[in-house]
Structure formats: C-alpha cells, structure tokens
C-alpha cells in the first residue's frame, strides 16, 4: 500500500535503492549453490567464487584456504556495502540502517561477556565479533561483574543504553543470567525498531511490520523449545537462546516480544508447552505457520531452524517486490548473511569431508 512516499522517495533514497537492488543481483543462484556443493576441496570453491562478486576479496588469499577465511572475506564484502550505503544515507534512512546492526551489538556484548566469564582472551574474543555490531569501547567488557557494572561503565554511552532498563540488576555474571540478558536486550531491541518502522509510515511500515513479526515470533518459538529440550538435557544443534531449566512461566512470557502474530494469545499457549509436540499444537493454529511445522515430524525440533530460515528467505525476497520504501535494506542484508551461512556450512562439510551432509542446511536464495 502507497501513501504519498512514492512522490517524494527518490529524492534522498532512490539512489540507495538503486544501489542494494544492484547488489541483489549479485546474490548466488541455485545453480551456484549447485556447483558449490560438487567442490572437491576449499581452492575448488573459492575457484568458483571468483567469478562470483566475492572474487575480488578471495583473489590474493593463499593455499590451503580454511573455512574462517572465506566467511570472513564474504563478511567482510557485505560490510563494505553496508557502510557505503551508510555514508550516502540521510535522515531517516541513515537511522534506519543503523538499528540493523544493533543486533549484532548485542550478540558481540554476549560474545565478549560469556568469553570473559570462561576465561578467554579478550583479543581472541574480538577476532571472532561481528564486525557490524562492533563500538569503541567493547574490549572494556570484560572488566564487568554484574549487570550494572556492564551498564554504568560500557555500555551507557552506545545505542544499546536504552534497553539494558529491564536487566540492570546487582546479580554476578553467570550463563544463565547472560542468556536472559541476551533475550531481554533482543526483546527491548525488537520492539524499538517495529515502533521506529510503525511511525515511518507507508509501505516500510507494512513491510518492516511483516518480517519484524516474524522475527518476533520465531524468537518465541526458540525460546520456548530450548527451555524444553534443555529440561530435557538434549543439546540443541544451533542455539539461539540456550536458558536453562530454573526459568518459571512467567519469566519466559517477560521475553516473548509484545507484537507478532503470536501476540498475545499465542504467547499464553507457547508459555505452558511442556513438550514440542505442544508447541506444534499451539503454532498450527496460525496458518502462516502451518506449513513450517508440517515440515518436521512429531516429537522431532532439530529441522526446525532450517525450515524458519526458508520462510524468512522467501518473505525477505517478496520485500523486492515493492517500491518506494526502507524493507529491501533490511531484506538485502538478511539475505545476504543467510548466503554466508550456506557459503560457510557448504565450506565445513567439504573440509571435513561430510558431503554427503552439504544440503542438510543450505536455504537456497532464488
């Protein structure tokens, strides 16, 4: 739907649209995925990526390559881009890119802390942060205690401030107070940027509102099944949110986001499962959801990822398909970290020489 953004768009932003629907097309195709996933070794990949738009940044790299160098050269590709757009960007668009990088910050500030918690080292800790979550002070995190501490000494003075308001608490540092520091953060984070895309207005509104429910959602659904199978001590094959078995009912509902399609009658149902077949039960009654869940057997969760994953590709690819709004920023850099994460797992599995396992997590793009 077009409000009156479509005579005024183009002015500030239509060079910047341009540009990320220029870099769109550069995303890898079904026959890239294809010919990567017949590699022999890591140089027969980056063979095939340099005539890709990666080739430039994996040209002077030498043999034998490891998996770490080309997830980092891919990344560091997209942050490249990321910050071109950010210079040309003005007010609200500059804005706007910047709240796509918070979540990053939060799971550096994670990174850091729990690294710090196990005795790691800080630098070695840094090399492995995401570059577009970095700020001038994190390599100070490691000087916290406690909530507070991390507060008043850190983190005060970055765009994180705001929503460390529900996790300042006295208590030490320990794993399972960082994951629901980790949850609380995302939630606040969440929230903030749906309101920020709610008062823009238009068609970035509409669609923002979209993928952001989503998120919201999927985050709920983890939340609830990594408490199950934790209780259950089975470990679950990629955490988003491992918290423990002490978290009452209650306390998960306060990490449930307060919009979505699950808000708020799919959040009472998701906060009593006590089994993933529950949590199934509670989801089929959202169509959208239907065909996810149809996607896994009962009694079953570790496919459950992947199939989010293709959902999301496919409503982040529908983001494309309007004009005159801020979506396809948000839609280009989510579809292009889901790439580094095919490019990096069709990568593991050649080194270790697991092909038989190369499509098990590849989420083809177009």
Known sequence: MYGFEALTFNIHGGYLEAIVRGHRSGLLTAADYNNLCQCETLDDIKMHLSATEYGPYLQNEPSPLHTTTIVEKCTLKLVDEYKHMLCQATEPLSTFLEYITYGHMIDNVVLIVTGTLHERDVQELLEKCHPLGMFDSIATLAVAQNMRELYRLVLVDTPLAPYFSECITSEDLDDMNIEIMRNTLYKAYLEDFY???????????EIMSDLLSFEADRRAVNIT???????SNVIYAVSLCSIGTE?????????????GLLYPYGHEELAVCEDIDQVRGAMEKYPPYQHIFAKISYGESQMLDKAFYEEEVKRLCLAFEQQFHYGVFFAYMRLREQEIRNLMWISECVAQNQKSRVHDSVVFIF
């Open 195 to 205: 309101r920020f895309c709610k008062k823009l207005g238009g068609a970035t509104a």
């Open 225 to 231: 099944i990594n408490r199950l199978e934790n209780y």
């Open 247 to 259: 978290l009452t009912r209650d306390d998960r509902k306060k990490l449930y986001s307060s919009f």
